[in-house]
């Protein structure tokens, strides 16, 4: 069966968490600090909170603005706003106020629902909000003097609360701005159909059912946590969600709640692998069937500590984006097999490898990542220019490179942004990094290029020792050079105690390249 024939014949009277709240209400939709809430009062809260809404000012087609940290009013939201057909835009709550004014007034939204450790942020953007009718709405505090406090929107002494479209899956069409990695964030546009497709891809590759339990580790604001969270509304999951990731909390959830399926970037799965022994033998997490793995490069050492630790019949790992959805996925049994792929093209994904001519490249050389599917966004919110630039003949690009060897499989070598000329040579730092983070003293690494008058740029490596490590600036260049090409070896290291990223775990180079700027015009004054 192929992906057109499992979306056409799935039983869709049984998606949806008002088809859930009806078949199966007990069923616990969610557990959040030891709270267990039932499908039936997930979809009871969700009727009343878009009565509120509408209320409120909102109406089919309008947007809403989300800053908040992982709990169970992000699903309550994003649930009301399917049954009304307006758009939740969740905005990463790590994002300064420039960054949040920017989406609040780029998403044209009507409503800004924020929680209240955010109040400051809140107060501090108020003057630049070009919508001056917006209704502020306040999550556990009084908030803005002007502001509606949340519960107030889910309160009713009303037992069977009228529902409101109990129609369809509810699923919400999603406006989800980009982390910011190569420069301001786009809003990228998803309607209800795509986002439910993209659903039932993932569905298609892991076998997820009915029975599974879920448990969200990484921020909802984020596209990959936020779907693979509604995907398991959807089937009738239970999904617990973390407030915040912590690698034992991690563990203990799921020996306490018998999970079974999870998605986590590799930064996390360092965390939970670098646990001590004794901490990894204390629970009982032989429930777990399946762990997604996307959002940053996978570095092979972290692979093969993860299937030891894991077992080898459980690890997914996916390449793809907020605007690509999944694009290659790599099955358990490759893991090992295929050192450095990301897996073959997912169902119903073609994908094309393109020079700088936009003609393709030979099989095992490098080229942009072009992409053509029924999962790709709508386009970028309001960015036309953005959207076209980004297409050639049908193909999206974000600017990522990679190869395809002599199987079909696909290696991720590095965003063109991020590849280094030096000396009239392509240099790709993805790869000098795998290399790194292979090193038994060295916890985590990024390399970026920086101008070089001689050079045009040379190679810069921001290092994180291991804990309690003695390891100095010569011997990484040495253990590059005796692994590498001479020309791929970082001509200086620095030592920081964190590399900079997004909540989604992406590392941040742009800020790298601005801190050693600063740092070169600082020592030159």
Not at 221 to 243: D, E, K, Q, Y
Not at 281 to 292: P, Q, T
Not at 309 to 317: L, Q, V
Not at 427 to 433: G, H, L, V
Request: proline letters at 4%.
């Amino acid at each position: 069966m192929d992906i057109k024939d499992y979306i056409n014949n799935i039983d869709t009277e049984k998606l949806g968490i008002a088809k859930h709240a009806i078949r199966i209400p007990k069923q616990t939709a969610i557990i959040s600090n030891d709270i267990a809430i039932s499908y039936k009062e997930l979809d009871r809260t969700g009727n009343i909170l878009a009565d509120s809404l509408l209320q409120l000012g909102a109406e089919p087609g309008s947007r809403i603005s989300v800053l908040m940290s992982n709990c169970p009013e992000i699903i309550y939201i994003w649930h009301a706003c399917g049954k009304i057909f307006t758009t939740p835009v969740f905005i990463n709550y790590r994002f300064k106020e420039d960054e949040v004014a920017h989406i609040v007034n780029d998403s044209k939204s009507k409503v800004l629902i924020y929680d209240y450790q955010f109040e400051n942020i809140v107060s501090g953007i108020k003057d630049k909000i070009k919508n001056h009718e917006i209704v502020y709405v306040c999550l556990n505090g009084p908030g803005q003097s002007d502001a509606v406090e949340f519960k107030n929107l889910i309160y009713s002494d009303i037992d069977n609360y009228p529902s409101i479209n109990n129609s369809g899956y509810e699923m919400a069409s999603s406006l989800i701005y980009t982390s910011g990695t190569t420069g301001r964030p786009k809003g990228v546009v998803r309607n209800s159909e795509n986002r439910l497709n993209i659903m039932l891809l993932y569905a298609f590759i892991t076998g997820w059912g009915f029975d599974d339990i879920h448990i969200v580790a990484g921020p909802l604001c984020h596209t990959a946590p936020l779907s693979f969270a509604t995907c398991s509304f959807l089937f009738g999951n239970t999904v617990v969600i973390m407030p915040k990731f912590d690698a034992k909390n991690f563990l203990e959830l799921i020996q306490k709640h018998r999970v079974t399926t999870t998605f986590v970037v590799p930064t996390m799965l360092n965390r939970i692998c670098n646990l001590p022994q004794e901490t990894l033998n204390g629970y009982d997490i032989s429930s777990l069937r399946l762990i997604i793995v996307t959002g940053e490069a996978f570095p092979f050492n972290l692979k093969k500590k993860a299937v030891e630790i894991f077992g080898n019949d459980k690890i997914y790992e996916m390449y793809g984006g907020t605007e690509l959805s999944c694009v290659t996925y790599l099955l358990p049994q490759d893991q090992i097999k295929k050192p450095g792929s990301c897996g073959k093209a997912a169902p119903g994904v073609d994908i094309r490898l393109l020079d700088s001519d936009k003609n393709e490249v030979p099989t095992g050389e490098t080229g942009k990542i072009y992409v053509k599917s029924p999962f790709l966004l709508g386009g970028y919110y309001e960015n036309t220019k953005a959207t076209r630039s980004n297409y050639h003949n049908g193909y999206f690009t974000v600017g990522d490179m990679a190869r395809m060897d002599e199987d079909g499989y696909y290696y991720i070598a590095d965003r063109d942004v991020d590849m280094v000329i030096s000396g009239g040579v392509n240099i790709y730092p993805a790869e000098i990094e795998q290399v790194l983070l292979n090193h038994k003293e060295i916890y985590d690494a990024s390399v970026i290029g920086v101008p070089d008058v001689n050079w045009g740029e040379r190679l810069v490596a921001y290092v994180v020792a291991q804990k309690n490590a003695e390891i100095s600036e010569q011997d990484i260049i040495d253990y590059v050079k005796d692994k590498l090409a001479s020309h791929k070896k970082p001509k200086q290291v620095i030592f920081i105690d964190e590399i900079p990223s997004s909540t989604s775990g992406k590392k941040l180079k742009r800020v790298l390249r601005e801190q050693y700027a600063m740092t070169s015009q600082e020592s030159i004054l």
